[in-house]
């Protein structure tokens, strides 16, 4: 199986380090996260095709587009990692798909579930999005990961303290998924 791996928002953070809060950057996270999971799939013999950092969530259709990427390479799947922001009560982690592209809600199904096995955050389920260009114009299939709130204190320290976790849980999540 190829994976494109997608840490959510620009590079370095320029333009848009994407949701802030709690002195950490989603960006970051995101990022770290990512390159973690790569090292869990490429252990377990998963092929990462690319770890491409973007703000393509919306894409308006000026320069190169990470889907663009993703499509060329022969990927399977393609997983975008995040981190939520909304008030500081907002908490717990969720998976954005589309279901209409092949079998995305039961990847983003392991993923979650292993997500929330192991970090024990609050369980906010798998969304339907069509409207993200990462999920839609993909094709294959896509899924979002809102790993957990930047903006609440406790999801915070779960952000800066657990990238590993995290991390090991996704790549568990997308072996789950090609044993399927």
Do not use: W
Not at 51 to 60: A, E, G, I, P, T
Not at 89 to 104: I, P, V
Not at 127 to 155: C, H, Q, W, Y
């Amino acid at each position: 199986m190829k994976v494109f791996l997608n840490p959510g928002h620009a590079p370095n953070g320029n333009p848009d380090p994407g949701a802030c809060g709690n002195g950490l950057r989603e960006c970051d996270i995101a990022k770290e996260v990512a390159d973690l999971v790569e090292k869990y799939l490429v252990a377990a013999g998963v092929e990462v095709v690319e770890n491409l950092q973007s703000d393509n969530l919306y894409y308006d259709g000026e320069g190169p587009c990470v889907v663009e990427e993703a499509n060329a390479c022969g990927a399977d799947i393609f997983v975008s990692i995040h981190c939520n922001s909304a008030t500081p009560a907002a908490l717990g982690t969720e998976t954005l798909c589309y279901a209409d592209r092949g079998n995305a809600g039961k990847l983003a199904h392991c993923i979650q579930d292993q997500i929330i096995n192991s970090l024990g955050t609050v369980d906010r389920g798998v969304k339907e999005r069509p409207g993200l260009v990462v999920l839609r114009m993909t094709d294959m299939p896509a899924v979002l990961v809102e790993l957990a709130f930047i903006s609440n204190e406790g999801d915070a320290a779960l952000l800066a303290n657990d990238k590993d976790e995290f991390a090991r849980a996704i790549a568990r999540g997308i072996t789950d998924y090609e044993c399927m």
